[in-house]
């Protein structure tokens, strides 16, 4: 195969045109609206990196279908190795992008379906494992992106399918030919499907019931595809890159901040050879179980140990241009710091290390799942305050801070220059720009997003009383020996 | 005296035409400004409430100068009922407009001046109580607004104003004469000047030393003034609004997000009988310590239990919109944070009520230190929390809705309103609304405004040892009475 | 009235001669044996402080029925002065017994009868308030100690009175007569009956319903009455000050722990006139809601408070003596310990200075029960991580020390003397009993028993969701107004 | 070699006779009294275990000096499954004694004196590494436990060894000879020294400079030895022990709580070819920072992994014994101890499982740093609080239980058997010795131990800010390029 370069990968997106829309207006060229360029570009980064010798053997990965070298993001993990690899390449973007970029959860996809549909070969005999390789060794070759698309806008929490008021809550297939199926009904959340070539579509992230049949679905489509609208979220830092003319002036200048979306699907055709699941609402449940022990590990207990990579050293940073780096509270505070961006990376590292072969046969490795969901919940509850303590680092400017168009500004320059300067040998741009980053984690989205983007607490801790309810019986007989209590 | 209508505050404003600059340009009329006008209306607001029989009682009081009915705005406590009632019209408007307003300072710095002037006048046989009084009784038949401007930039924290490499870094007198001083230098912070007519500015906040006479120096001075220049603060929330046609899409539509500015002042006469304190080295700490002791009942134990009943109310909304305002982990998180609501308002009751006079026989009264130095922790460690969970609460879409410009875009109008939706009672427009406004407070500058609107945490604690040492040998003596220790 | 000197005190408790156990054995002598007379020493220091001038004010008062001066653990709170001066009663005793003592629950239940049984008499028309109100006098003019008797065994918490496998779990009337009642069943928890002259027994910690008017019994007896047996609670503690010959070499010398005790009444008469609630179960909850709005004033935050003031001297002291007081992360600790104490004084100043007049009528004043929520909460999350930190600051040796004993055994003293010494100045007996006082504060049942003290953190929350619950709709209606979302 | 029974280890033991003392009085046979014998079961528990076909795996292997089957406890790691083992040996011994048992720190100073020695021998060429080698055979061959002995008074934190006023506040050499060296002074705190054979003393836990040569003094002794006194701690549980006839009254009936102790070396004799470092203070610190890596995998994230299963398998038997244990608060705090258990785990796991060989050469295997001490924190932060959680799950009745003695006593036992019931079908006895379990573990000196058990706090905090010190600057340059700030 021939890997593309960034170039041809970002013209390859731009030749999609897809309907998509932000802030009330359509959006006619992805690859130049200043909201979705940034999310174009850090995928454009997957593609850099594996062309770049020093990072290649990371990247890249042999083909366990074509024994052809591939791009890592289309590769499944069959090893332990593997895995570990897996995890330093989306630590190695998270650090270098600081942002969250679609291809991750599009590998985890592949990963699921490889293992899930092979197991319904083996239990029911279907074709999804064979048409699946195919699909893959086709985005293998072509070396295509993906994005998975899972949630669900969920508005009433209180219904599920079987009971929605509106069947396209979710999407549902509606008719089924020789050909392929028709599809209806939307999606939320997954960032920046723009950046891709292909989406990989997966039923509702709950377990189905009988009756919920038809939302029992899987399939890959072409991000394109007629029928797909996209309309993207749009909120204050997505207003700000539009009014930038320089997008130096910006907190996150190069690859911005994600954008998640409201998918529509109007009755899209989809062919059979591309369908992965279609009515097996028991294997439906194996989805979401594959899922959870791949994402806590990689996403948070691996991009987010990057992040906080970038926290700790914005951090520092402005506390040395604050000349306070010295300070014993603020040492303080980094080494919290340090101990959750540690925490994390010990539960990531834990739960690769003890993964385990699929027992359904598939080859594929997964995660051990109790490290993930300590993981987890250290990304819920400690990284919050981790952020709030850069904030903290930093002081009120990382809020209060004007515009670095005032240094561009002759009748506010020399005032800003001047008087928002910090230590003397640092030239109050840098000082700015560092404050304008700081403001980019700890004033806008990114708080919220990080709690958000795995499952929430109280769902990790229902996952997790579940995990070791089976060990409370073990646990009660060696407390009961030891208290001198005979088992009767 | 007659007190002004909204309108008529409003038409006061337009007049003052201040040199002000935002994002690299220069605004015109402040009360026209996208990023102005919210914060007059937040301040049009206090002179509306005093115009309501409803809120008269809290909203107004007698001079003790005048005896005339003023604005309580500007009226000095003399009691701990007038200091609970002071509190109380602070709450009173933070449910109201749900954001910060100059005044709230500005009343402050009245009171703290009213002190500190008579204890100079007591000590040294100074004028400053009687000019003081004099411009207080102006201010209060003019009804007048008034902000204090009492933050440095302090970009290099290690140094202090005798060996700053720029004199200017803080505000200090350059010259003398007959007729009064000339001042020169920067402030950071104090929000949103555009809505005031008056500043009242303090010397740095911290002890000033010998050597260090000329930044001791405290006067007040017409926003308008020839020679001050304001720079405003400009982030992604500002640029959304610049960019919104429609208010009604923003996350705190009418009063908007409060601007900090940096003030320059460029050689700027003051006239004596503006002039409070020149010099008194000695008595600028005690502006300090009396501003301590009045912002956190006022302010982090203040205003922010009315923030907390906006966030608290809005979590309750959406969980009821979202169909799981029953649900067990939904009603834990409200009860935590209307357990850090009601610490909040303990904190700040308990300040008020346990006020003591004025030693030096001003008959201002003054808080307690104590409780307030307790909300304010609460304030830093628990409120942030808070407001976390109401995003928990409120879900992912907090951060990643559409803007509800797309309800107006008929390309995507029809599937926003049906896939946005939650429970089918309520409208997708209302429901959209609540998670901007929630998106407003847990995906914004509030946290982290919040966090460094009064003392930081680490000052804090400071104070706080340094009130408490004094008990220590007390405490000593009670625990080894009761552990058999003679004492020696 | 004459009041009781401590001697007499103690001399009229010997007179009791209660059936006790203790570890498997009769107590023959209340006063003399080495677990029980702790207990009473402690009540004897509230007699001996209502006799000391410097304390006269606060210890005594002048009773409503009989206008003469009377302990004020005898006297029924009608004013908030009265609240107050009861709180600062408690944390005097508490600094100098850093124990529990009955006579704290036997005040608040006076307090509560005289305003329930006024209820009781305004509604029903029964005598009770007046036999209460003979009771008062009695136990005012003789100066006696009453304990409250109200927590139930609760063994089977799915269980209650209505269908208890035994009857006999909780106090109620098995017969009626003209001359008074007959109880039976047990009780268990409140601290040292031993100690005082009268028991005042009341209903179970429920509301009650239809058909169990039998369990809904309150009334007052002499704590030696035949056919009640009293088993106490021993562990290591106990264990350990029977052992010891010198209780010098404890760590809590003379007050020692509170002893918590199985109460059981085997067929108990109580005439009439001690009856003051017999089948009225619509009253049950009003004795409890009103328990609940002084227990957490005067309990949580109000003891405790002296005990923390004990920790925060304890602490303080042994850094001293390790040569550490000045240390950083030292100081960090103690302000955290000050934190802690001063916030839960904060919440029991503010419960009292905001009490109210009792609505039935009777005169008595009741604390806001919102602010000892706070506090108890407070107590539960971070009073055991401030005693922990008080342990941090002690070192190791807090738990690993030697006893005292090895000073006075020739064989050893050299060696503990010089080896277990800190800083050259203090001689080694004074740290081993400050190491000493700690260990009982850090390794003993206080912690569990502070976090058991009041009602248990599920319930506290509970009962403040419940407090706070009709305020969510005025906060939902002003986050509604903010957002922009018309009322419909 | 030839495995001792437990018979045959307890006999050893018997034998030993040291001079040793316990709340003043000296005990004659260690095997035999209440508080020593507890200790001595739980190491003959490490001999019945090696003999154990089921543990056997575990439990021994291959010495890789005699290529002979030995107990592991005497066996160095030479791998990462080594480890493993290793730490999979301390969660048995933890789950199955519950509590501390010396053979534990024993195997960890065979560990690192096994590399020291070797990096002396390759940069010094001393004899240490053949002499040790010569030891490590004869304990392995006679199948011998020991114990490390290794922490100071340090009664005055403010000296070190260098200005003691007492020369003899630690271990230091007073004379040497042909033969050997004499030794002199103290040492506090590694439990149960009764209950091994050897002794293997450690210098000061301290970087050591110039002058202090005699304090870098290494060496093993018979714990019988001429010349070692023993002081035990004595504190309410010895007591309690001491009193009690039967031991299945008390918490941990069998293998009781770890006695800690005071060492006194008044002038020893060690003869040469048992001295491991005599002067090499270069060397002092590698000892340090080699347990540093041991211990807290072993330790922090081992055997308190055990201790978590016993409380939680506690917790969980109590709550059923009182009907509680579906109640949503309950399964939270459970879920909540799970957690804590399981980040314990998943810190002990990386740290073993990324374990890195010794740079020397030795070939021994030490555990990657870093996943300690995160294990560390845990423990230190969130393991009380699941003390605690578990006390407040078991209800106040933790503390205030009666003795199970009144279950013996004719005239009480009814009542307690009735009234201190649970549900119907668990026996009294079963739900009283469950309490006093939990008693143990919650209101006993565990917590404080847990606390102290391995580096503290402050301590961990600052290896940690070490350990990643480096790393800072890679930290900046990532947010610095991100930032859009130049490097210099």
């Not at 911005?256 to 059979?272: E, M």
């Not at 340090?338 to 834990?350: K, T």
């Amino acid at each position: 195969m021939a890997f593309k370069t960034p170039e041809e990968y970002i013209e390859s997106i731009a030749g999609i045109k897809p309907r998509i829309f932000i802030a009330g207006k359509r959006i006619d060229d992805v690859t130049r609206h200043p909201n979705t360029r940034p999310g174009i570009d850090a995928v454009a980064k997957t593609y850099e990196l594996a062309l770049d010798p020093e990072h290649e053997e990371l990247m890249t990965a042999t083909s366990h279908l074509t024994s052809q070298k591939i791009s890592r993001w289309n590769y499944v993990p069959r090893s332990i190795d593997d895995l570990v690899k897996r995890r330093q390449m989306n630590l190695l973007m998270s650090q270098t992008v600081g942002v969250c970029w679609p291809r991750c959860a599009g590998t985890q996809s592949l990963q699921v379906l490889e293992s899930v549909t092979y197991a319904m070969h083996q239990k029911l005999g279907t074709e999804y494992n064979k048409r699946f390789n195919d699909y893959l060794r086709y985005i293998q070759e072509n070396d295509l992106s993906a994005n998975a698309v899972q949630t669900d806008a969920k508005g009433d929490r209180t219904k599920r399918p079987l009971n929605y008021d509106d069947p396209d809550l979710s999407v549902h297939v509606v008719e089924r030919s020789d050909d392929g199926i028709i599809v209806r009904g939307a999606k939320v959340g997954p960032e920046n499907p723009f950046a891709v070539h292909e989406l990989i579509v997966f039923p509702p992230v709950m377990p189905l019931i009988k009756g919920e049949e038809n939302y029992a679905v899987c399939f890959a489509i072409p991000a394109g595809t007629q029928g797909i609208t996209y309309v993207c979220q749009s909120g204050p830092m997505e207003a700000e890159r539009r009014e930038a003319e320089d997008i130096g002036t910006l907190g996150s200048p190069v690859y911005g901040t994600a954008v998640s979306v409201l998918y529509v699907f109007d009755d899209v055709f989809v062919p059979w050879e591309r369908v992965f699941m279609c009515g097996e609402i028991e294997f439906a449940e194996d989805l979401l179980t594959k899922f959870e022990s791949i994402m806590n590990p990689l996403c948070a207990c691996g991009c987010k140990v990057g992040f906080m990579d970038l926290i700790i050293g914005a951090a520092q940073t402005i506390a040395e241009y604050n000349g306070v780096a010295g300070a014993a509270h603020i040492r303080d505070k980094l080494t919290e710091m340090i101990r959750v961006r540690e925490s994390l990376d010990v539960c990531g590292m834990a739960a690769v290390q003890n993964a385990k072969e699929d027992p359904s046969g598939s080859g594929v490795y997964f995660p051990d799942i109790m490290p993930g969901l300590m993981g987890n919940l250290i990304c819920h509850y400690d990284l919050p305050q981790s952020i709030l303590m850069a904030a903290d680092v930093a002081g009120g400017s990382v809020v209060t801070y004007p515009s670095e168009l005032e240094l561009r500004n002759p009748e506010t320059s020399q005032y800003v220059e001047r008087f928002l300067r910090g230590v003397a040998s640092v030239p109050t741009e840098d000082r700015m720009r560092m404050l304008k980053f700081l403001q980019h984690w700890t004033a806008g989205q990114e708080t919220v997003r990080i709690w958000h983007g795995t499952y929430p607490p109280a769902t990790t801790r229902l996952i997790l009383y579940r995990q070791a309810e089976g060990s409370l019986e073990e646990k009660k007989k060696l407390a009961k020996k030891l208290a001198g209590i005979k088992e009767s």
